[in-house]
C-alpha cells in the first residue's frame, strides 16, 4: 500500500507565506515525479508546480515568482513554499506523486487527501 500525505494548509493573509508538505511512504522503489495541483470552488483542478527525480521544475504561470517547489528525495517528500499570496490563490491543494510499486514494472499515480488553503484580502 502507498499513502500520500499532505500538511501545511490554514488561512493567511494576502501578502503572506505558507508552506506545504507531502510525504508519500510505503511499498515504493522510487518516487518520479512529485506535483501541487488545487482546485477552487466552481473551477477544475489545475497543476501548480511539479518537480522531476532529478529537480526539474515547472510552474503555472500564475506563481510564476511567488512559489517554490522542491523535494527531499531521502524523505519522498515535496514542498511547496508560497510567498506573497493572493486571494486568488485560495483553494484545495492536492499532492500527487508518481512512482515506482517495488516487485513491479509500472508507474502509478496517487493522491493525497487535499489541503485547503484560504487567502484573505
Known amino acids: 500500500q502507498v499513502q500520500v500525505v499532505e500538511s501545511g494548509g490554514g488561512l493567511v493573509q494576502a501578502g503572506g507565506s505558507l508552506r506545504l508538505s507531502c510525504t508519500a511512504s510505503?511499498?515504493?522503489?522510487?518516487?518520479?515525479?512529485m506535483g501541487w495541483y488545487r482546485q477552487a470552488p466552481g473551477k477544475q483542478r489545475e497543476l501548480v508546480a511539479a518537480?522531476?527525480?532529478?529537480?526539474?521544475?515547472n510552474y503555472v504561470d500564475s506563481v510564476k515568482g511567488r512559489f517554490t517547489i522542491s523535494r527531499d528525495n531521502a524523505k519522498n517528500t515535496v514542498y511547496l513554499q508560497m510567498n506573497s499570496l493572493k486571494p486568488e490563490d485560495t483553494a484545495v491543494y492536492y499532492c500527487?506523486?508518481?512512482?515506482?510499486?517495488?516487485?513491479?514494472?509500472?508507474?502509478?499515480?496517487?493522491w493525497g487527501q487535499g489541503t485547503q488553503v484560504t487567502v484573505s484580502s
Open positions: 500527487n506523486a508518481n512512482l515506482l510499486k517495488r516487485y513491479t514494472s509500472s508507474s502509478y499515480s496517487y
Open positions: 510505503g511499498n515504493i522503489f522510487r518516487v518520479n515525479t
Open positions: 518537480i522531476t527525480s532529478d529537480d526539474s521544475t
